[in-house]
């Protein structure tokens, strides 16, 4: 099996970074620690290319809970491209998506 491209979105990279501030408030390292973590379950889902479980509201829209922390991504043969990475508590719409469900629906 061939490692996927990896492609993460604006709005993923600044949820990460806001889960990093968040947590250096209180911890730099443990927040610095638990970034790295994130990440690599990232990258690993690239490289063996884990489906998730689908969620419904969008077409294709996969999701892996990881450290209570939801990556949300759509996966092909060729690339994986993670959207958001929201705390699992935290509830997604539809709204928080839309923008790249119009974008894969012209692809």
């Not at 491209?81 to 928080?96: C, P, S």
Request: hydrophobic share 40%; net charge positive.
């Amino acid at each position: 099996m061939r490692r996927r491209q990896l492609k993460m979105s604006l709005e993923a990279l600044n949820d990460l970074l806001g889960i990093y501030e968040y947590i250096a408030q209180f911890d730099a390292v443990t927040a610095k620690n638990l970034l790295d973590d994130i990440n690599r379950k990232i990258e690993w889902i690239a490289e063996l290319g884990i489906t998730g479980s689908t969620r419904n509201f969008i077409p294709g829209l996969r999701a892996f809970l990881y450290r209570k922390r939801c990556i949300y991504f759509f996966i092909d043969d060729e690339k994986i491209t993670v959207l958001r990475v929201l705390h699992g508590r935290q509830k997604a719409v539809l709204e928080d998506f839309l923008p790249f469900y119009q974008t894969q629906e012209k692809d």
